[in-house]
């Protein structure tokens, strides 16, 4: 199995930009799909980005498209997501999600393996 640990999020101003990190152990990344979602308290998850396995096909949310950027780097077995002209909407708790066979997925019930979460809070 796969262990993800994210990272990189805290508190920014609005327009800033943060970086998050999921890093893997266990398991090589490069050979499972991954998907950032975020979700608010008492709401369900929300998908955000997703690179795929074998082909790193990216497929965004339209309301990060032009301002989120997902990432592998292999020799460090991570997947980033580099979030620019932030908003106080993007306020959420950050997951990284893999999965080993999924091409590529907007629906959180199909992914196999999560991480603990990190919190983004972007203040206006």
């Known amino acids: 199995q796969v262990q993800l640990i994210e990272s990189g999020g805290g508190v920014v101003q609005a327009g800033g930009s943060l970086r998050l990190s999921c890093a893997a152990s266990?398991?090589?990344?490069?050979?499972?799909?991954v998907a950032w979602f975020r979700q608010l308290p008492g709401k369900e998850r929300e998908f955000v980005a997703v690179i795929s396995q074998n082909t790193n096909y990216r497929y965004y949310s339209g309301s990060v498209k032009g301002r989120f950027t997902i990432s592998r780097d292999d020799a460090e077995n991570t997947v980033s997501l580099q979030m620019n002209s932030l908003k106080p909407e993007d306020t959420a708790v950050y997951f990284c999600?893999?999965?080993?066979?999924?091409?590529?997925?907007?629906?959180?019930?199909?992914?196999?393996?999560w991480g603990q979460g990190t919190q983004v809070t972007v203040s206006s």
């Open positions: 266990g398991r090589t990344l490069s050979s499972y799909t």
């Open positions: 999600a893999a999965d080993p066979i999924l091409l590529y997925s907007d629906h959180s019930n199909e992914y196999d393996f």
